[in-house]
């Protein structure tokens, strides 16, 4: 019984950490996005997907435990490293901030809204207008 | 104050809906910082003899207007990768009223290339065009012995910002110029936790003209010596800038540092400088603990003595007196600033910092005429820091 339920515990955290940040794009985008690619995509340093289409970046409210989570997985970066990270590109014009959004609904909305958006949402969100392109 | 920050942001609503038609983003920081020095009155005014710029304006009374800012940007964008800003900046030095501290137009070219013209905030040194956003670093402002000499300034011209990258190096070329007589190029290069950052900045122009020494310039020249008369003249000179610096965050370890000189070709009035600093940090959940040696150093250009008599005659002030005179006005410029500043940040908000800095300052004055050689003063600031 004990060994069971090691293993249920063992499946059960392994689940929990396999997929709790789904990054997505419109359904109808074809290029490819790589691991490496998305950490310089959500800095704002790459603006362009592979085909050559211009990224509309789409982030969540910075108080939202969402976006610690994506900021702390793909980007290594505390949501306050990212608060300054962002204010120095802005005060200095070298940069703008990405649009931010209320939560997953809205995420997923603008990005049907606009086939060239990327962003994150929990894996329950996903729906048919959405492709799942990584998952942390 | 409140009555004036308000009037800030109603302008800042203003400029967001008389464009409505374009996308606009408001974004801010602020600062609000108070301080004090530690030492005795008396201490502290002598202290002042030699401080003046260096002791943030504080007394041993506890002071918040000296260094408390707040800053809005409008940002509106015009579509087809052009956009307009303006950022609005209220300073407790200024009585907090508003002046358009930035102005300008941005076109982003390609992936790459992003052309600002305008009136900018000046990327002179690595913090020099963020001076004012103190949530952005780990002090409560940018140490003193860098960045006393030079506070939160802009440039009017344009700025061509160039990014690209190299393997897992991200680079940024920013070449800039006033259209006149400034030419600085900015490079920075980051690695995921290490960003290094290299500036060069020549300008010339009759940049700091000092009329004062046209006389003692003058005389020596009718005294046959023309090189000397030229050195002592302080018109039409050059200034060079160049720094180099490192910004290391490393699994919650902090190192930032910059060493920076600042010359000046065919002048002797101007020092000569040598700044540096050093910072190491360390974050512990949402502590940073920090301390921070910083050093500006000034050395006396003397190249006029060369080549004179000891006992030769100059004009000063329209009497003729010995040289040694004129060297005791250009040694007077040159004191060495040391800093010592011990402090932690606390990110209490996810968009807002408390920091508490213990400043240490040191002043050797190379002049002796003044008689003291060396004053120490003590500071303690406070802070609360935010963007949004």
Redesign the interface.
């Known amino acids: 019984m004990k060994k069971l339920m090691s293993i249920f515990l063992l499946l059960a955290a392994s689940c929990v950490a396999a997929a709790d940040v789904a990054v997505v794009v419109s359904a109808d985008n074809a290029s490819a996005v790589s691991t490496d690619d998305l950490k310089r995509i959500f800095l704002g340093k790459q603006k362009k997907y592979s085909g050559g289409d211009s990224i509309e970046l789409i982030l969540q409210n910075a108080s939202n435990t969402l976006d610690g989570e994506f900021n702390e997985k793909v980007l290594s970066r505390s949501p306050k490293q990212m608060k300054a990270y962002w204010s120095k590109l802005i005060f200095t014009g070298k940069g703008s901030e990405p649009k931010r959004v209320a939560g997953d609904a809205d995420v997923v909305a603008a990005i049907a809204a606009s086939p060239n958006a990327i962003g994150y949402v929990e894996p329950a969100s996903v729906n048919d207008s959405v492709k799942v392109v990584a998952t942390f | 104050m409140i009555k004036k920050m308000l009037s800030l942001v109603l302008l800042g609503c203003a400029i967001a809906t008389s464009t409505a038609l374009a996308e606009i983003?408001v974004?801010g920081?602020a600062s609000f910082t108070a301080g004090m020095t530690l030492d005795e009155p008396d201490a502290v005014a002598a202290a002042e003899r030699l401080n003046n710029i260096y002791d943030y304006g504080y007394t041993d009374e506890l002071t918040v207007d000296n260094e408390s800012l707040f800053?809005i940007?409008v940002?509106a964008?015009l579509m087809d990768g052009l956009?307009v800003?303006a950022?609005a900046l209220s300073q407790g030095v200024n009585d907090y009223d508003t002046e358009l501290f930035?102005t300008?137009l941005?076109y982003e070219v390609n992936?790459n290339w992003?052309i600002?013209a305008g009136r900018?905030?000046w990327?002179l040194f690595q913090f020099t065009?963020?001076l004012?956003?103190g949530?952005?670093?780990p002090w409560i402002s940018g140490p003193r012995g860098m960045y006393g000499f030079v506070p939160d300034i802009t440039i009017d011209g344009v700025?061509a910002?160039y990014?690209t990258?190299v393997g897992d190096w991200?680079l940024?070329f920013?070449p800039y110029t006033d259209l006149n007589s400034i030419f600085g190029l900015k490079s920075t290069a980051t690695y995921?936790w290490i960003t290094l950052n290299a500036v060069f900045v020549g300008e010339s122009s009759n940049v700091f003209p000092v009329p004062l020494f046209d006389a003692a310039s003058e005389s020596l020249r009718e005294a046959g010596f023309e090189q000397q008369a030229e050195d002592v003249r302080a018109r039409n000179d050059r200034g060079r800038f160049f720094s180099l610096g490192y910004n290391i965050?490393y699994n919650d370890w902090i190192a930032i540092g910059e060493y920076a000189q600042i010359n000046f070709v065919d002048a002797s009035f101007y020092s000569d400088m040598k700044n540096y600093f050093f910072t190491f940090g360390r974050r512990v959940n949402d502590l940073t603990f920090h301390v921070t040696y910083d050093v500006q150093n000034e050395d006396p250009q003397l190249d006029f003595k060369e080549g004179l008599p000891p006992g030769q005659l100059v004009n000063v002030g329209g009497n003729m007196l010995p040289i040694s005179v004129l060297e005791g006005i250009f040694r007077g410029g040159s004191q060495e600033y040391r800093n010592i500043t011990l402090g932690v940040r606390y990110?209490f908000h996810?968009?807002a910092?408390l920091k508490v800095d213990f400043v240490r300052n040191k002043t050797d004055d190379g002049d002796e005429v003044i008689g003291i050689k060396e004053a120490e003063q003590d500071f303690l600031r406070f802070s609360v820091q935010l963007?949004y």
Do not use: L
Request: aromatic share 16%.
């Open positions: 983003k974004n920081f800053g940007q940002t964008d956009s800003t950022q930035a300008y941005t992936e992003r600002n900018m905030p990327a065009d963020y004012n956003v949530y952005a670093y700025v910002i990014n990258y991200d940024t920013q995921d965050d990110d996810p968009s910092a963007v």
